[in-house]
């Protein structure tokens, strides 16, 4: 039996493991149980860089934010936004633009709470506690309404989520409902892991996520630009997300010098024209 920390929501089921405090604990974080840490320790036993990956994924995250600002979107639906960790996106686009909005929007209880606690006293940002699978229920949420803009460019953020939506629960489908939502000139940001070069590896990681709470999904290429469809991939398109756009001063040195196989994940960021 775990023991119970004070902050731990009491709704939650501290014996199953769940995604988000996994990657809470590659990335150093607190804000995990046992279960966790014993299942994120049989995942690191599948795939030691996963830290290496959670930073470097993290790092794209903030690529594309600081790229987004720049293209003068001021309104953000990150999904699947996580336990907060250094360099959230409020942090990263109220530095550019203080009076920018972010909605975020997670499953985890634990990713709620504290979420809940970081943004008390942050007008210009916001938790909602969803299952981003059912836009309906994202988008009709009280806590969005009036505070969301969907008539004016949106850029929703999808990054290191659709890998938790298995094809079961049609991935394809759930991109369009928050693309036909959204205002044309709005944005997707999408990074996913892939089973294109290490198919055997990535084949013991989807076993032991089995055993956690959402179940894991890797893609080829072919599949992740087919979840795109619908918005203009702006250049380089959907690469190694450390290439994307890595030109950019990047805050973390690349670790695994540079080799994209031990990352095994793609990003892009497309742009809905019509
Ligand atoms: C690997 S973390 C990614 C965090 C952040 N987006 C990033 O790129 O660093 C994945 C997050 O997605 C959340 N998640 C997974 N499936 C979800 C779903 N169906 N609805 C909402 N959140 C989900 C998990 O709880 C977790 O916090």
Redesign the pocket.
């Known amino acids: 039996m775990s023991h119970r920390p004070a902050w731990a929501p009491d709704d939650i089921d501290l014996e199953r493991p ?3 405090r996994m ?1 809470d604990y590659y990335l150093g974080g607190s804000h995990n149980f046992a279960a966790d840490r014993e299942l994120a320790e049989k995942a690191l036993g599948a795939w030691p860089e996963l830290p290496q990956i ?1 930073r470097g ?2 790092a794209f ?1 903030r690529r594309c934010v600081t790229f987004l600002v720049e293209q003068g979107v001021d309104q953000f639906l ?6 907060p960790t250094a360099g959230n996106v409020h942090e990263i686009v109220s530095a550019l633009n203080p009076r920018a909005r972010i909605a975020y ?4 209880p634990v ?1 709620v709470a504290h979420s809940k606690l970081l943004l008390k006293d942050t007008p210009n940002a916001r938790i909602v506690h ?4 059912d836009a309906g229920a994202v988008l009709t949420d009280p806590a969005l309404d009036g505070f969301l803009d969907l008539s004016r460019p949106t850029a929703v ?1 999808m ?3 659709l890998h ?2 298995p094809d079961s629960d049609d991935p394809a489908g759930v991109v369009a409902a928050y693309r036909e939502a959204t205002a044309p000139g709005s944005y997707l940001a999408v ?1 996913h892991g892939t089973r294109d070069y290490l198919p055997e590896q990535i084949r013991n990681l989807q076993e032991v996520y089995s055993r956690s709470s ?1 179940p894991m999904t890797f893609r080829s290429h072919a599949e992740i630009m087919d979840l795109m469809q619908g918005y203009e991939l702006v250049p380089p398109g959907l690469v190694d997300f450390i290439l994307w756009r890595a030109e950019t001063p990047n805050p973390l040195p690349d670790p695994l010098g540079g080799d994209v196989t031990r990352y095994s994940g793609y990003a892009a960021v497309g742009r809905r024209d019509e």
């Open positions: 769940a995604p988000a990657y959670a994924l993290r995250l990150d999904l699947g936004s996580g336990i929007v997670d499953s985890d990713a969803a299952d981003m699978r953020l990054c290191a989520v938790f939506v990074s959402a």
